[in-house]
């Protein structure tokens, strides 16, 4: 199983997020760690028997937390949880907050192992306008800091997509990046997510966008550029250095049962899944209180479907006939041979994937092989 805790503040919001972030307050923070001491001592007797095999610590921004805060979650987890002898423990954090070698030092210490940059751009006037409160030469020193405390597998966050962004700019800029000693780059295509400053702008004309047709052309002149330099696709935006698959969000795209825990956290194990509040004062009044959904059948083979498709590696159709007794291939020819013919899937080795051009339609396709 896959335990993930959500950390809810940050030191500002970006103008995209959607994420469940508030300002950070002290008074805040001890009701959110009440509440987690209280929700992991209830999930330690629920799952007696389950060893984890990874802990994600994302936001949020998980960098801003005092390292005695930090230290007191990690030894609640590992009094009250099993886990596997070795695991990946990644953990988020955004450069202007990860600028201290001695708190990265002690991030070692404490068991991470991935660590999680959310550098988004090497262009100040990108980071102004997307409400980072870094610079991109923060972005650069934080690699280099994690470089320093001998952290060997370092994710960077990248958002393409951005105003008047050219292909030659973009490819200018990965080519910097490349030069950084990272494992792992994570891709993300700028969405205009509904309650963001961004939607508001963009519904007021005060912002315009790439076109499809440059959309297009930035996803494809990225993802080929970063091939070219040894980053292995492995997911829709999701690049790695040989053996270095994220283990945590691999895990998640092949639905095994995941345990979120903190407000807003989602938790699927076997045909249940339960939300926590999306508020922190709510959450800490009552941690052990979930919306719980029943997945069936159908939403299980749904998921299955549209995960395995997000992945390079595609949707494996013995594993399809096993789950729903029927043949994928008999059930979509026309349409899969459709999409063939217009370069968007292939088929492989007993597996159905997209490809570049089918990932940048991937929800337009997916939606066709629901059950
Ligand atoms: C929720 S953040 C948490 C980590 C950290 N606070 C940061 O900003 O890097 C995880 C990633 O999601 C990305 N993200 C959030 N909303 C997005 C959007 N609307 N479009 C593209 N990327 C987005 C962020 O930029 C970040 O890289
Ligand atoms: S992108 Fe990261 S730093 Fe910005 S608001 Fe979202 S979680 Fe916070």
Redesign the pocket.
């Known amino acids: 199983m896959l335990l993930y805790i959500h950390f809810p503040f940050?030191k500002s919001k970006?103008i995209?997020?959607?994420?469940y972030?508030v300002k950070i307050n002290d008074e805040l923070v001890k009701l959110y760690l009440n509440g987690l001491f209280e929700e992991i001592k209830y999930w330690k007797d629920k799952l007696p028997d389950v060893k984890f095999k990874s802990i994600y610590i994302?936001?949020?921004?998980?960098s801003i937390l005092k390292l005695e805060y930090l230290d007191q979650i990690i030894n609640a987890l590992f009094k009250n949880f099993k886990f596997e002898n070795y695991i990946e423990f990644s953990f988020?954090?955004?450069p202007d907050s990860l600028k201290d070698l001695v708190y990265l030092k002690e991030l070692k210490g404490f068991g991470v192992n991935r660590i999680?940059?959310?550098?988004?751009s090497i262009r100040d006037n990108y980071l102004k306008f997307?409400g980072?409160t870094h610079s991109a030469k923060d972005g650069i020193f934080s690699v280099k800091l994690c470089n320093l405390a001998k952290f060997e597998n370092i994710n960077i966050?990248?958002?393409w997509?951005l105003p008047e962004q050219t292909v030659a700019s973009w490819l200018h800029d990965l080519r910097q990046i490349c030069k950084l000693d990272i494992q792992h780059i994570?891709c993300?295509?700028?969405?205009?997510?509904k309650d963001?400053k961004?939607h508001t702008m963009v519904k007021k004309n005060m912002v315009k966008l790439p076109n499809e047709n440059r959309l297009a052309s930035l996803y494809i002149g990225g993802a080929d550029f970063l091939e070219s330099r040894g980053f292995i696709q492995y997911e829709i935006s999701n690049f790695s250095k040989l053996g270095y698959v994220c283990m945590h969000n691999m895990g998640y795209w092949e639905q095994m049962d995941y345990l979120g825990l903190g407000p807003s956290a989602v938790s699927t194990i076997g045909n249940k899944r339960w939300e926590n509040s999306k508020n922190i004062v709510e959450y800490s009044q009552n941690p052990c209180r979930r919306k719980e959904i029943k997945l069936d059948k159908k939403d299980h083979i749904n998921e299955f479907i549209m995960l395995s498709l997000r992945t390079t590696r595609g949707l494996n159709l013995k594993e399809y006939a096993k789950k729903t007794g029927e043949n994928f291939w008999k059930k979509h020819h026309k349409m899969i041979n459709l999409l063939h013919r217009n370069n968007l899937v292939k088929i492989r080795k007993g597996y159905l994937s997209l490809t570049k051009n089918g990932f940048l339609v991937s929800n337009s396709i997916i939606g066709n092989f629901f059950i």
């Open positions: 940050c970006c995209y997020c959607s994420f972030s994302g936001g949020g921004t998980p988020e954090g955004n999680s940059i959310g550098i988004q997307l980072r966050d990248l958002i997509g994570s993300y295509g700028l969405t205009v997510e963001t961004l």
